[in-house]
């Protein structure tokens, strides 16, 4: 309004425009009220830019700003966050400057309490250089050089970090070598055929058939098993079977041919043995 003065004829324009920055919060609704009371009375409700000057200040300033800006200081809600130590110093002045604060020691006091916990401990515990508890300039300024120093790392890394993964993800995947182990192939051993087995004779032949108990005893034993050869027995094969070397159904294979010959053995026994007479 100092600049353009001749854009503002009258009162009236310069709270209007005032009234245009008015978007949002507490000063949008007192704005939206101001003109629905024009709507209803036909009236706008101030006049004059030192009555709009009074209400302002009326509705937006604290009733007593000094015990305000104490409270705030003394409380435990006002404190730097996420804040550079910029806008947490221009804040910090404001409300020194209201509470009427002037011990350069109290102003070190507040001003680090509030502080990152990590750069009041870099200037409290500096080897040299650190600086006096009654100069709260001094501390202002090592406060600003140690955030702006941070700031400036957590840039760097941010980009070499950025760059990194750019290289990863452009540089070309090789897929990963293996070799595959193939044993070379074991041979077995040849699996000797064997004659095929008599049919089972029950103890003491069919009935009324003598014939087949005779038969039984003519029936002549068996040669070996490991080759088929009937000159010889297992025992003295030259080439015995390896039975470590059998699967599950040859053992069980050569383990029914075994008992079969067993039966068999024991009926030639039992019939070849005298008969007793129990006339």
């Known amino acids: 309004m100092r600049l353009a003065p001749e854009q503002f004829t009258c009162d009236e324009e310069k709270i209007f425009w005032t009234l245009t920055f008015f978007k949002d919060g507490c000063a949008a609704k007192w704005s939206e009220n101001l003109f629905r009371q024009e709507a209803d009375t036909g009236i706008f409700p101030i006049q004059s830019w030192a009555d709009f000057e009074q209400q302002f200040r009326s509705q937006f300033f604290p009733v007593n700003a000094e015990a305000d800006a104490i409270n705030t200081l003394e409380g435990s809600s006002y404190y730097q966050g996420n804040r550079t130590v910029d806008d947490y110093l221009d804040s910090f002045l404001i409300l020194a400057s209201d509470t009427g604060y002037m011990d350069p020691r109290t102003l070190v006091v507040k001003f680090c309490r509030e502080l990152k916990l990590n ?20 501390w202002y300024a090592v406060a600003r050089r140690i955030n702006q120093a941070q700031l400036a790392n957590e840039a760097f890394q941010s980009t070499l970090w950025s ?60 040669g070996c098993y490991c080759c088929g050869e009937a000159n010889y027995l297992v025992k003295d094969c030259p080439h015995r079977l ?24 024991e009926e030639e026994e039992v019939c070849s043995a005298p008969e007793e007479d129990f006339a």
Do not use: H, N, Y
């Open 119 to 138: 750069i009041q401990s870099q200037i409290a515990t500096m080897p040299f250089g650190r600086p006096a508890d009654t100069d709260p300039e001094a």
């Open 163 to 222: 760059t990194t993964m750019t290289l990863a993800r452009s540089a070309p995947t090789r897929p990963t070598p293996f070799l595959v182990l193939r044993s070379p192939p074991v041979a077995s051993p040849p699996i000797p055929s064997r004659p095929p087995l008599p049919p089972p004779v029950p103890s003491g032949g069919i009935p009324m058939d003598v014939d087949a108990v005779q038969k039984t005893r003519s029936l002549p034993l068996r």
């Open 242 to 265: 390896d039975v470590r070397r059998l699967t599950a159904e040859q053992r069980e294979e050569l383990i029914e041919d075994l008992m079969a010959l067993k039966d068999a053995v």
